[in-house]
């Protein structure tokens, strides 16, 4: 069982920078994959960043890419998200999960465990 804690989101202008960060409990943070996720209004959850058990390997939808940063600290049981000049259309719900195997994945259905969410909402 990980259950897990994201906290970092809030209001934010255009061009701002946050830093996200998702506390795991449990004892199979550092054999898991995690990602962070994202869910607008009316729109389907999408990938935002995937890393490996190691941190070794990312991935990030082309969106984001070059803008945010995923990162994990095994010790910590955390994983983060420095979400850099963020825009509007960044503005969502932004969630953690673990997927409690190896490798990087995209899709919310290989993703075993999700945290509750936090709200950034990105101001023009």
């Known amino acids: 069982q990980v259950q897990l804690v994201e906290s970092g989101g809030e209001l934010v202008q255009a061009g701002g920078s946050l830093r996200l960060s998702c506390a795991a409990s449990g004892r199979t943070f550092s054999s898991s994959a995690m990602g962070w996720f994202r869910q607008a209004p009316g729109k389907e959850r999408e990938l935002v960043a995937a890393?490996?058990?190691?941190?070794?390997?990312?991935n990030y939808a082309p969106s984001v890419k070059g803008r945010f940063t995923i990162s994990r600290d095994n010790a910590k049981n955390t994983v983060y998200l420095q979400m850099n000049n963020l825009k509007p259309e960044d503005t969502a719900v932004y969630y953690c999960?673990?997927?409690?195997?190896?490798?990087?994945?995209?899709?919310?259905?290989?993703?075993?465990?999700w945290g509750q969410g936090t709200q950034v909402t990105v101001s023009s």
């Open positions: 890393i490996s058990r190691s941190g070794g390997r990312t």
């Open positions: 999960a673990a997927a409690t195997r190896g490798g990087t994945y995209s899709r919310p259905s290989e993703y075993d465990y």
